[in-house]
């Protein structure tokens, strides 16, 4: 690497990989040999080792490119010495594999340990779209978040003050109920500024440039559908059209069902990025693992394949095209035998790039391993004679699934009466916390709300990413977790088959789309004994605890190596009945591990709305209700022997179907649903349940 370097200080200014190697040839005393060795990429090994030696330069900060091809040392290269800057271990950016402490610590110190890139002038998974692609997004990183301008137009678009109203517009106000995704952004963007649309029609474009789920078509008509409300006509460019035109990745099914999320993320992201320094920035602009931190750091809704998507877009000469994190992890361990000395580390990113650069070394250039003969080293290896189920991520298809969104203003419209600024804060602090309990007296509409809740979460309905289970006395850990079950095989003959319960079923299901939160439900989660059923599941559930490096040995572990941990996308949500006092409580350790949602009767005036549609004959009546199960719930929570928590909730006077005669319903309900509640409240004093009946009825 000194000599590259050396040479590049002759050169008066920016030069080519070959006027490099013609400038080094013209110093060193390399043998005709040397010169003539033929590598298996096609070129000279000279010329390939020079390449490689340029791209460690610059990451070490000593050269730098400032055109396509052309290079030229940096103040800081050209004070760099043998001895002081210029410690080179083997294995072309695998790090320091022989080097010594002090080489380690000069690695550590100029390449924040991992910080070393694919070499320049290679295609990103030999394909020859590639390039178009990173040009656009390079021009994104640098034009437009570095700096405050536009891809689309020449003017200053991506300043603070746009992105600002963006997130005043859409980032906030993303809750219209029951609307495409189409009609929200028609919706939310109808009074933001020329500026602010074509701000958010560029964002719109780092969403669908990389990704194989939309045809080329389809992505400018997005983009375009944006722009056409503005004053002055905004055209795509040219080399924008064609960028669309191609892909490095099918991002999954996120990318059609989640995409209002994920560009809500990409404003929060933009605006987070925009409060760094310049400094920080720049350094972001150049150095991948600091572009990490930032991404991860951002806040926003989680949407990991769209920040993993940045991080290829940014900076594709170190992160692969691959935004399934199962993928990364499973082409990881399958090549890291051959291609990643010392084996693998915790850092999944660094070590595909290690082995990356290893497989070029090896082959003289990049390889697609999305084809073969790669694809079976790894899309088709087999972990414990159990064939691996991983979505393809590479370009085959498209996927245009259609999703409506669902959120808290749905949840109202579908007939909650309960407040949505509570309703939303519950929401937040189960998206934080992982696991929720929705609590309250009987009749308050817990079920009812749970599946919803749920839908609110996931941001469209869905059934398949929701399973909902019951608990019961007799609930084990071998039914909720895993355990033993007795079974037929083909001959008739029974045997114990060890098997998955549905806490581990739809785990693993939410592990094969990790882009999409799932939902397991638990009806009367304290109906059985959750501290057994759940066993070190417990610990597992934890918001802190959803990582590989905190997985547990199960107690009934599949191999004698298997430990386990539950995806970072599985959320828990119980509901509890505090009012039956034949129920256990729940102990300190489940409940530091969910957080709980009161819910308390709601005869609020979205109820007395609704009951107006149910009772067109009775219209007077809906007050005495009104007011009649008030005074009754006032009973209740101030008797000493009850309390609050044996409130009557507005589900026993919420009818479903419209009724001809008022007073006969409310009779009724009174008689077969709230006279048996009473007289079992008041098991002790039958003259007092029977008089508020009475009362109640007059």
Same mark, same amino acid.
């Given at each position: 690497?000194?000599?590259?370097?050396?040479?590049?200080?002759?050169?008066?200014?920016?030069?080519?990989?070959?006027?490099?190697?013609?400038?080094?040839?013209?110093? $060193?005393?390399?043998?005709?040999?040397?010169?003539?060795?033929?590598?298996?990429?096609?070129?000279?090994?000279?010329?390939?080792?020079?390449?490689?030696?340029?791209?460690?330069?610059?990451?070490?900060?000593?050269?730098?490119?400032?055109? +396509?091809?052309?290079?030229?040392?940096?103040? +800081?290269?050209?004070?760099?010495?043998?001895?002081?800057?210029?410690?080179?271990?083997?294995?072309?950016?695998? @790090?320091?594999?022989?080097?010594?402490?002090?080489?380690?610590?000069?690695?550590?110190?100029?390449?924040?340990?991992?910080?070393?890139?694919?070499?320049? @002038?290679?295609?990103?998974?030999?394909?020859?779209?590639?390039?178009?692609?990173?040009?656009?997004?390079?021009?994104?990183?640098?034009?437009?978040?570095?700096?405050?301008?536009?891809?689309?137009?020449?003017?200053?678009?991506?300043?603070?003050?746009?992105?600002?109203?963006?997130?005043?517009?859409?980032?906030?106000?993303?809750?219209?109920?029951?609307?495409? %995704?189409?009609?929200?952004?028609?919706?939310?963007?109808?009074?933001?500024? #020329?500026?602010?649309?074509?701000?958010?029609?560029?964002? !719109?474009?780092?969403?669908?440039?990389?990704?194989?789920?939309?045809?080329?078509?389809?992505?400018?008509?997005?983009?375009?559908?944006?722009?056409?409300?503005?004053?002055?006509?905004?055209?795509?460019?040219?080399?924008?059209?064609?960028?669309?035109?191609?892909?490095?990745?099918?991002?999954?099914?996120?990318?059609?069902?989640?995409?209002?999320?994920?560009?809500?993320?990409?404003?929060?992201?933009?605006?987070? %990025?925009?409060?760094?320094?310049?400094?920080?920035?720049?350094?972001?602009?150049?150095?991948?693992? $600091?572009?990490?931190?930032?991404?991860?750091?951002?806040?926003?809704?989680?949407?990991?394949?769209?920040?993993?998507?940045?991080?290829?877009? %940014? +900076?594709?000469?170190? !992160?692969?095209?691959?935004?399934?994190?199962?993928?990364?992890?499973?082409?990881?361990?399958?090549?890291?035998?051959?291609?990643?000395?010392?084996?693998?580390? #915790?850092?999944?990113?660094?070590?595909?790039?290690?082995?990356?650069?290893?497989?070029?070394?090896?082959?003289?250039?990049?390889?697609?391993?999305?084809?073969?003969?790669?694809?079976?080293?790894?899309?088709?290896?087999?972990?414990?004679?159990?064939?691996?189920?991983?979505?393809?991520? @590479?370009?085959? @298809?498209?996927?245009?699934?259609?999703?409506? %969104?669902?959120?808290?203003?749905?949840?109202?419209?579908?007939?909650?009466?309960?407040?949505?600024?509570?309703?939303?804060?519950?929401?937040?602090?189960?998206?934080?916390?992982?696991?929720?309990?929705?609590?309250?007296?009987?009749?308050?509409?817990?079920?009812?709300?749970?599946?919803?809740?749920?839908?609110?979460?996931?941001?469209?309905?869905?059934?398949?990413?929701?399973?909902?289970?019951?608990?019961?006395?007799?609930?084990?850990?071998? #039914?909720?977790?895993?355990?033993?079950?007795?079974?037929?095989?083909?001959?008739?003959?029974?045997?114990?088959?060890?098997?998955?319960?549905?806490?581990?079923?739809?785990? $693993?299901?939410?592990?094969?789309?990790?882009?999409?939160?799932?939902?397991?439900?638990?009806?009367?989660?304290?109906?059985?004994?959750?501290?057994?059923?759940?066993?070190?599941?417990?610990?597992?559930?934890?918001?802190?605890?959803?990582?590989?490096?905190?997985?547990?040995?199960?107690?009934?572990?599949?191999?004698?190596?298997?430990? =386990?941990?539950?995806?970072?996308?599985? =959320?828990?949500?119980?509901?509890?009945?505090?009012?039956?006092?034949?129920?256990?409580?729940?102990?300190?350790?489940?409940?530091?591990?969910?957080?709980?949602?009161?819910?308390?009767?709601?005869?609020?005036?979205?109820?007395?709305?609704?009951?107006?549609?149910?009772?067109?004959?009775?219209?007077?009546?809906?007050?005495?209700?009104?007011?009649?199960?008030?005074?009754?719930?006032?009973?209740?929570?101030?008797?000493?022997?009850?309390?609050?928590?044996?409130?009557?909730? +507005?589900?026993?006077?919420?009818?479903?179907?419209?009724?001809?005669?008022?007073?006969?319903?409310?009779?009724?309900?009174?008689?077969?649903?709230?006279?048996?509640?009473?007289?079992?409240?008041?098991?002790?004093?039958?003259?007092?349940?029977?008089?508020?009946?009475?009362?109640?009825?007059?």
């Amino acid at each position: 690497m000194w000599p590259v370097l050396r040479a590049m200080k002759l050169v008066d200014d920016a030069a080519s990989p070959r006027e490099i190697e013609k400038a080094v040839l013209a110093r $060193e005393n390399y043998s005709p040999e040397a010169v003539s060795e033929a590598h298996s990429g096609g070129t000279s090994k000279l010329f390939y080792e020079l390449k490689w030696a340029i791209t460690e330069l610059k990451n070490r900060g000593l050269v730098e490119r400032i055109a +396509h091809s052309r290079w030229r040392v940096t103040e +800081h290269g050209r004070q760099a010495t043998q001895q002081e800057h210029l410690v080179f271990g083997t294995g072309h950016g695998a @790090g320091p594999d022989a080097a010594s402490t002090d080489e380690a610590a000069v690695w550590k110190a100029n390449s924040d340990s991992a910080d070393f890139a694919r070499v320049d @002038g290679f295609l990103t998974l030999a394909r020859p779209d590639a390039p178009i692609i990173e040009g656009v997004s390079r021009s994104i990183l640098e034009d437009c978040l570095v700096g405050d301008g536009a891809v689309l137009t020449s003017d200053s678009i991506w300043t603070t003050g746009n992105l600002a109203e963006l997130h005043t517009a859409y980032v906030d106000g993303a809750n219209t109920p029951g609307a495409s %995704f189409n009609d929200v952004v028609a919706t939310l963007l109808i009074d933001v500024s #020329d500026a602010a649309r074509q701000l958010f029609a560029e964002v !719109f474009l780092l969403n669908v440039l990389p990704v194989s789920n939309f045809k080329q078509a389809t992505k400018i008509s997005y983009i375009e559908g944006v722009l056409a409300p503005l004053d002055t006509p905004v055209a795509i460019p040219p080399k924008i059209i064609e960028a669309l035109a191609y892909a490095m990745f099918n991002g999954g099914p996120a990318f059609s069902l989640r995409r209002w999320a994920q560009i809500s993320f990409l404003i929060e992201f933009a605006e987070y %990025f925009k409060q760094q320094d310049l400094q920080t920035r720049q350094k972001a602009a150049i150095k991948p693992l $600091e572009m990490r931190r930032i991404v991860q750091d951002a806040p926003g809704h989680p949407e990991p394949a769209q920040r993993y998507a940045l991080l290829y877009l %940014f +900076h594709p000469q170190f !992160f692969l095209p691959m935004v399934n994190p199962n993928q990364r992890r499973l082409l990881r361990d399958s090549l890291s035998g051959k291609y990643l000395a010392g084996g693998p580390t #915790d850092d999944v990113d660094v070590d595909l790039r290690r082995i990356d650069n290893s497989v070029i070394h090896e082959v003289g250039g990049p390889v697609d391993y999305y084809s073969e003969p790669w694809r079976s080293r790894w899309l088709e290896v087999k972990i414990e004679d159990d064939k691996v189920d991983v979505e393809d991520s @590479g370009l085959a @298809g498209h996927s245009e699934r259609v999703a409506i %969104f669902y959120g808290v203003a749905d949840i109202i419209s579908d007939g909650s009466f309960h407040d949505p600024a509570r309703l939303q804060q519950a929401l937040n602090r189960w998206k934080a916390k992982k696991n929720l309990i929705l609590q309250g007296a009987p009749g308050t509409g817990k079920t009812w709300l749970a599946k919803r809740l749920a839908y609110a979460l996931i941001e469209f309905q869905s059934h398949g990413e929701i399973r909902s289970v019951q608990f019961h006395p007799n609930t084990s850990y071998e #039914d909720f977790v895993r355990g033993w079950r007795p079974t037929i095989d083909g001959e008739g003959s029974g045997k114990l088959k060890l098997t998955d319960g549905p806490l581990i079923q739809h785990a $693993e299901r939410a592990r094969q789309e990790p882009d999409i939160p799932h939902v397991l439900i638990i009806e009367e989660i304290n109906r059985g004994n959750p501290a057994q059923a759940f066993g070190e599941m417990l610990t597992l559930i934890e918001a802190t605890k959803r990582h590989e490096r905190d997985a547990l040995t199960l107690s009934y572990p599949r191999s004698r190596t298997e430990q =386990y941990w539950l995806p970072d996308n599985l =959320y828990i949500l119980g509901t509890m009945n505090i009012a039956d006092r034949s129920l256990a409580l729940v102990d300190f350790a489940l409940r530091r591990r969910f957080a709980f949602e009161t819910l308390a009767p709601a005869f609020t005036s979205a109820w007395e709305t609704y009951l107006k549609t149910k009772l067109p004959q009775d219209q007077d009546l809906i007050a005495e209700v009104r007011q009649k199960i008030n005074a009754l719930n006032d009973t209740i929570a101030t008797d000493p022997s009850l309390g609050p928590d044996f409130v009557i909730g +507005h589900s026993f006077f919420t009818p479903f179907e419209t009724q001809s005669s008022g007073r006969d319903w409310f009779d009724g309900v009174i008689d077969s649903e709230i006279a048996p509640l009473l007289r079992e409240y008041w098991f002790d004093n039958r003259e007092h349940a029977d008089q508020t009946v009475a009362e109640l009825k007059a």
